[in-house]
Structures are given as structure tokens and as C-alpha cells.
């Protein structure tokens, strides 16, 4: 279990790490304007909202890195808050904004924080 719970949590980090490129690099593109549906006008209105967005996410993934490189149980209690806070921010924004982010961030996040809660 505890090798499932380091790829999982690798996954979510990396994720975030796409979540972040996509949203401060490449939210007026054509990745970017196909996933949030905006035209080319709207992308850019938006891009300021979106490149913060990308930002949280970086930190997400960065916070999950920490957890995997840190030594236990630091490492372990680590991976347990910031997937929490994954789970939480998932859940606001498939509440908020789309319900595909329950599948896209809380969702993954999820199975990840009772892989880590199993291995414990």
C-alpha cells in the first residue's frame, strides 16, 4: 500500500503541475479557451483570475513534493494536509464553478488521501 500512496500522491502532484501551465501559461490558448469554453476576449478578461489559479495549484503540488521527499512521520502528515486541501478546494469548485473538477481534482485527491491514511 505504502507504493500505491507514493504514486498516487506523485499523480496529484503532477496534476497540479499541469493545472498550473495550463492556467498561467496557457489559459489564452487554444488548451486554456477549450477547457474553460471562453472565446478569445473572455480568455483574456480572465487571465489575471486564472494565472492566481495556476498559482494555489503550484502550490498544491509543491506542498505534495515536500510530503514525498520529507522523512516520515513529517513527510506523512504533510501529504494528509495538503491533499486535504486539495479534496477541499474540489469540492468548492465543482460546487462554484464546474462539477467536472469533482472528478478532475477531488476525486483523484481523494483516493490518494486513503491510499496515505492506509499506509499510515
Known sequence: MQILSVVLVALVAALHLYFLVLEM?????KPGRELSGFDAELARATAPL???????????????????????PTGQRVQVFFLSCVVVAGLYGAATANRRILFAQALPGALALAAVLVAG
Open 25 to 29: 501559461f496557457l489559459w489564452q490558448r
Open 50 to 72: 486564472a494565472a492566481n489559479q495556476g498559482l494555489y495549484n503550484g502550490f498544491l503540488a509543491a506542498g505534495l513534493v515536500w510530503g514525498l521527499i520529507a522523512a516520515d
